[in-house]
């Protein structure tokens, strides 16, 4: 059974998922390492318009396989396992495409870590989401808690991390870590319906959107504005953009007035 499963369909949609499910889609070293090699394909796939990341049989993932890791005890195995997971959540993070996180059931420590390295989050009425990471005596190494810190602020954050809170779907959608919560069992479903709509448009538009609204979270605003009036000019010349407006004044020109 191969630990990390990746399709990608004829929309252009992806699809990686984790696929340990006798423990809960735990990462061992092969999950990890087939995860950030599945992350770095999908970079190099000028095909693909957004990427859908969810878990097997009812659970997102545990986070790191403790069964295999325990067996690695040494401060270079640490440097490690933060750089493998690090790395890959890190392009994650950098994808040009939309990222979705489908999570059914648990998403804990590393688990919820990629969670919050998805653009968009849909989880179902199981869905729980907490970085446990301080009840080992370690902490967040995959970006986690930057990501929180981010999304939550400091304060909640800090909390957060410090007391192994464990969010409810509801709860995580009333701090904004959720865009959606669904019936049990439809997470995956709601969000590959979410990816085609957004596959369905310009590739080019949205690959700018994204961009546009990346750089502009760790820009000044005077920059971030002119992230986004620089990014416009070609995507108005293109072909798609022309089409769609002579498409759009023909078909207003034979209606009456």
């Known amino acids: 059974m191969r630990p990390i499963l990746y399709e990608t369909s004829s929309e252009g949609v992806g699809l990686l998922t984790i696929n340990r499910p006798e423990l809960r889609n735990a990462l061992n070293w092969e999950a990890m390492e087939l995860f950030a090699k599945a992350v770095r394909e999908s970079a190099e796939d000028r095909q693909l318009r957004a990427l859908v990341i969810t878990g097997s049989n009812g659970t997102f993932s545990s986070g790191g396989d403790l069964y295999e890791l325990d067996q690695y005890p040494s401060r270079l195995d640490g440097a490690r396992l933060a750089t493998v997971m690090g790395e890959a959540l890190r392009n994650l993070d950098g994808l040009p495409v939309p990222t979705l996180a489908a999570v059914e059931g648990p998403a ?37 808690g930057q990501r929180l810190q981010r999304l939550v602020g400091y304060s909640l954050a800090l909390e957060w991390l410090s007391t192994a809170r464990v969010l409810s779907a509801s ?45 502009g979270l760790f820009q000044p605003l005077p920059q971030a504005l002119s992230t986004e009036r620089a990014l416009f000019p070609d995507l108005w010349a293109a072909p798609t953009h022309l089409e769609a407006s002579t498409r759009f004044v023909s078909r207003h020109n034979h209606q009456p007035r």
Request: aromatic share 2%; hydrophobic share 55%.
């Open 108 to 144: 804990l420590g590393g688990g919820a870590e990629i969670v919050l390295a998805c653009d968009l989050r849909i989880l179902s009425e199981s869905a729980a989401l907490g970085m446990m990471h301080v009840k080992l005596g370690i902490m967040p190494a995959w970006g986690g």
């Open 171 to 215: 709860e995580a959608h009333a701090h904004r870590l959720a865009n959606r919560v669904v019936p049990v069992g439809s997470a995956l479903e709601v969000a590959r319906s979410l990816a085609a709509q957004i596959a369905g448009f310009d590739p080019a538009a949205v690959r700018a959107i994204k961009r546009a609204l990346q750089e």
